[in-house]
């Protein structure tokens, strides 16, 4: 693009070459071009057309040089207020931003975001994001989850670490930043945290599979339990035992010390449960106070009449706290003598227990064979 200063010296030397030409070319033509008179008002009058050309181009320039300047002057101030803006947004962010470069290293984060992670704002720019992740790979996980979005995430859950290496679960949205030519030049986001909501989930799928009171497996999990060792079992062609038992002289507990005591029991019962079975075993409270024991690995019959003799033993032990004890009966099933699938193998162990009760309690029984 040619420049105003071009311009204008172009049009002077066009407008001077055709004055000097043309006007004595036309006081040749009349006979004046020797007078001193005419020669020194051709001058005179080059002066003042150039300069009043010369006027009419600079005025025009600084009229444009001044909107321009005003111009920039009004965006360099949108811009300026825009960027206040964002700090200001940024700052005042509930949730966590963040930036960083393509090495990973922090750019930029709001006080929130060092907030949560214990830092100032000074000690956490120039660290590597990697750092703060739980998992030594957690960078790299989060990364293949961004090129799997096209270059954004939402709602991204994952584990982190604050400054003294205790954990904050957080859920980020975030996305690669690019350049006027879309060149990617870093990743930017905000992260909220969601530790508590992390641990109510976890606390609500636990409860799902546990019972509440004595955190032993509860019968939905246990019986999904059962059907999974039957599968196992007869892939393998082995046996297993399922044992059910139901505690005798619970109901007077209750009766002489309240629901609330009788409780207390109940989950001694279950921790004396887990004392007497290997940990491949599988216990469960499957409601009031009946439990359930799984016995894999190719058990014998002699074998689980071991280990419920082991539990009768265990349960019937001085209960800590009041004068009543309690006695357990026991059932027991043997897979597959005693059924093929779990409801079979349920019923048949929960008709050995009752029949424990009438020979006497405080004993096991072996489905009749």
Same mark, same amino acid.
């Given at each position: 693009m040619i420049s105003t200063a071009t311009r204008i010296v172009g049009v002077y030397a066009g407008l001077a070459s055709a004055w000097v030409v043309g006007s004595d070319w036309a006081l040749d033509l009349v006979g004046l071009g020797e007078s001193v008179? /005419?020669? $020194?008002?051709?001058?005179?009058?080059?002066?003042?057309c150039t300069s009043l050309v010369l006027w009419v181009f600079l005025r025009r320039a600084f009229a444009r040089r001044a909107r321009s300047e005003e111009a920039l002057r009004s965006t360099m101030e949108r811009l300026a207020q825009s960027e206040a803006d964002l700090r200001s947004i940024i700052e005042n962010l509930p949730d966590a931003f963040y930036r960083v470069d393509l090495d990973g290293r922090i750019t930029m984060v709001s006080p929130h975001f060092a907030q949560e992670f214990g830092f100032t704002r000074d000690e956490v720019i120039g660290t590597e994001m990697a750092d703060r992740y739980a998992e030594v790979d957690g960078r790299a996980k989060f990364l293949e989850a961004l090129e799997a979005g096209g270059g954004q995430v939402r709602h991204y859950g994952v584990a982190m670490r604050r400054k003294d290496g205790?954990?904050?679960?957080?859920?980020?949205?975030?996305?690669?930043?690019? @350049?006027?030519?879309?060149?990617?030049?870093?990743?930017?986001?905000?992260?909220? $945290?969601?530790?508590?909501?992390?641990?109510?989930?976890? *606390?609500?799928?636990?409860?799902?599979?546990?019972?509440?009171?004595?955190?032993?497996? $509860? *019968?939905?999990?246990?019986? @999904?339990?059962?059907?999974?060792? /039957?599968?196992?079992?007869?892939?393998?062609?082995?046996?297993?035992?399922?044992?059910?038992?139901?505690?005798?002289?619970?109901?007077?507990? $209750?009766?002489?010390?309240?629901?609330?005591?009788?409780?207390?029991?109940?989950?001694?019962?279950?921790?004396?449960?887990?004392?007497?079975?290997?940990?491949?075993?599988?216990?469960?409270?499957?409601?009031?106070?009946?439990?359930?024991?799984?016995?894999?690995?190719?058990?014998?019959? @002699?074998?689980?009449?071991?280990?419920?003799?082991?539990?009768?033993?265990?349960?019937?032990?001085p209960l800590p706290g009041i004068e009543l004890s309690v006695s357990a009966s026991v059932g027991i099933a043997i897979y597959p003598r005693d059924g093929l699938n779990s409801d079979a193998l349920l019923k048949s162990a929960d008709q050995s227990m009752y029949r424990a009760k009438r020979l006497g309690k405080n004993r096991c029984e072996l489905a009749p064979y």
């Open positions: 008179v /005419i020669q $020194n008002i051709k001058g005179a009058g080059f002066v003042a205790s954990p904050i679960w957080i859920s980020a949205n975030a996305y690669v930043r690019r @350049d006027l030519s879309g060149k990617p030049i870093g990743i930017e986001g905000v992260a909220r $945290n969601v530790t508590e909501q992390h641990r109510m989930e976890e *606390r609500l799928r636990y409860l799902a599979g546990h019972d509440a009171l004595t955190g032993l497996c $509860n *019968r939905i999990r246990f019986e @999904d339990r059962l059907q999974h060792a /039957i599968t196992r079992a007869r892939r393998e062609n082995r046996m297993l035992a399922l044992l059910f038992l139901d505690l005798d002289g619970f109901k007077e507990i $209750n009766d002489t010390y309240g629901h609330h005591k009788g409780d207390e029991i109940l989950v001694v019962i279950g921790q004396r449960l887990t004392t007497v079975l290997r940990d491949s075993d599988s216990t469960a409270r499957m409601g009031g106070d009946e439990f359930a024991v799984l016995l894999e690995g190719g058990i014998t019959t @002699d074998a689980a009449r071991v280990v419920a003799e082991k539990i009768i033993a265990a349960i019937g032990a």
